[in-house]
C-alpha cells in the first residue's frame, strides 16, 4: 500500500504540474515575481521607518527621564536647605532611578540605530536587484513575445507547407489522369486505324472467330460456284445440262444471234 499511495502521489502531482504549466503565463509570473520584490522593497522602507520613530520615542522618553532627574536633584538640594535629609534622600534614590532608565533608553536607542543601519543597507541591495530584476523581466518578457511570435509564424508556415503539398498532390494526380486519357486516346486512334473496330462491327452479335470463319468459307464456295457459271457462259459448245436454267436461256439467245449474223453475211445486196 504505502509504495500505491506513493506512486498514486507522483500521478497526481504530476498531472496537476502539467495543468499549472499549461496555464502558467510566463509574463504575468514575472510580473508578480517583481510586484512580490517591490512588495518586499516596500516592507524594508517600512521597517526603517518604524525604526526610526520608535528610536525617536525613546529619544523623548530619555529627554523627559533627563528632565525628571534634574528636577529630583533641586528637590534634594531644597530639602538638605530645609534641614530635610531624609526627603533630600528620597529624592536623591528617584533621581538614581531615572538615571538607570536613561541608561537602558541609550542601549535600545543604540540598538535600534544598528538595526537601522543594517535596514538600509538591506533596502539599498534590495532596491538594486529590483531595479535590475525590471529590467531583465521587460526583456525576458520581450524574448518570450518574439518566440512566441516565432512559434505561431512557424505553424503558419507548418500549415502552408501542407496546404501546399495537398495542393501539389492534387495537381499529380490531375496530371496522371490527363496521361492516362492522352494514352487511351493514342490506343484508340491505333485500333481504329488498324480496323480493329471494323472487323468487330463484323461479327454479328453472338458471333465468334469460329463463327466468322465458317462463313468465310461459305463466301468462297459461293465465289467458285458464280466463277463456274461465268465459264460456262463465254465457252461455246459447253453442254446446256451443266448450265443452270438461266444459263441455258442465255446461251439459246446467243446463238440465234450469231446465225442471224452468218446469214446477213452470205446474201449480196439486191
Do not use: C, H
Not at 198 to 220: F, I, K, N, Y
Not at 236 to 262: F, H, I, M, W, Y
Request: glycine fraction near 8%; aromatic fraction near 2%.
Amino acid at each position: 500500500m504505502p509504495g500505491l499511495r506513493g506512486r498514486l502521489s507522483t500521478v497526481v502531482k504530476s498531472k496537476i504540474s502539467k495543468q499549472l504549466d499549461r496555464a502558467e503565463n510566463p509574463s504575468e509570473t514575472l510580473d508578480y515575481a517583481y510586484e512580490r520584490q517591490v512588495e518586499n522593497l516596500q516592507n524594508v522602507k517600512k521597517g526603517i521607518t518604524d525604526i526610526v520613530t520608535a528610536k525617536k520615542r525613546l529619544a523623548l522618553q530619555q529627554q523627559q527621564l533627563g528632565e525628571r532627574g534634574a528636577k529630583l536633584d533641586a528637590q534634594a538640594r531644597e530639602a538638605m536647605s530645609a534641614g530635610r535629609e531624609d526627603l533630600a534622600r528620597a529624592a536623591l534614590e528617584r533621581k538614581q532611578l531615572t538615571v538607570q532608565e536613561a541608561g537602558s533608553l541609550d542601549q535600545q536607542i543604540a540598538e535600534l540605530e544598528s538595526e537601522q543601519r543594517k535596514l538600509i543597507e538591506s533596502e539599498k541591495q534590495l532596491e538594486a536587484k529590483t531595479d535590475q530584476f525590471r529590467s531583465k523581466k521587460e526583456v525576458i518578457k520581450a524574448q518570450y513575445s518574439a518566440a512566441e511570435a516565432q512559434v505561431q509564424l512557424s505553424g503558419a508556415a507548418t500549415g502552408v507547407g501542407d496546404s501546399m503539398a495537398d495542393v501539389g498532390m492534387a495537381t499529380q494526380r490531375v496530371l496522371d489522369k490527363t496521361e492516362t486519357m492522352k494514352a487511351r486516346a493514342e490506343a484508340v486512334d491505333e485500333l481504329q486505324a488498324a480496323g480493329t473496330f471494323e472487323d468487330l462491327s463484323a461479327l454479328g452479335p453472338g458471333q465468334d472467330d469460329v463463327d466468322r470463319q465458317l462463313d468465310q468459307l461459305g463466301a468462297e464456295s459461293a465465289v467458285d460456284d458464280e466463277l463456274a457459271r461465268l465459264k460456262a457462259e463465254v465457252q461455246p459448245g459447253a453442254p446446256q445440262s451443266a448450265l443452270p436454267a438461266g444459263a441455258a436461256g442465255t446461251a439459246d439467245r446467243a446463238e440465234a444471234q450469231q446465225s442471224a449474223a452468218g446469214d446477213g453475211e452470205a446474201s449480196p445486196p439486191g
